[in-house]
Nanobody
Framework: QVQLVESGGGLVQPGGSLRLSCAAS????????MGWYRQAPGKERELVAT?????????SYADSVKGRFTISRVNAKSSAYLQMNSLKPEDTAVYYC?????????WGKGTLVTVSS
């Protein structure tokens, strides 16, 4: 049974930081491209960042988070991370972890991030 479990969300003030974690089980983690997506209230789910499989660890980011967010992974722990700095109110959303490989696509249930003073 495949599971992706996100953690680390919460309430943070503008300008603050949070680190999201995604723990995977039931997949050969190292062979999956891992991604973080988010969905704000009333909006469609959008891609935030991805990191490639294998050892190259090629990353990509949405323009809205470039320079503020960093995606990473530790294959030995079957985990992916999203370090979020300089958070803005518009970053408020449910953040979802995604694992993808060759047409297979798995999602976590999400963790809520609220940026507010």
């Amino acid at each position: 049974q495949v599971q992706l479990v996100e953690s680390g969300g919460g309430l943070v003030q503008p300008g603050g930081s949070l680190r999201l974690s995604c723990a995977a089980s039931g997949i050969t983690f190292s062979s999956y491209v891992m991604g973080w997506y988010r969905q704000a209230p009333g909006k469609e789910r959008e891609l935030v960042a991805t990191i490639s499989s294998g050892g190259g660890y090629i990353t990509s980011y949405a323009d809205s988070v470039k320079g503020r967010f960093t995606i990473s992974r530790v294959n030995a722990k079957s985990s992916a991370y999203l370090q979020m700095n300089s958070l803005k109110p518009e970053d408020t959303a449910v953040y979802y972890c995604n694992g993808a490989r060759g047409g297979m696509d798995y999602w976590g249930k999400g963790t809520l991030v609220t940026v507010s003073s």
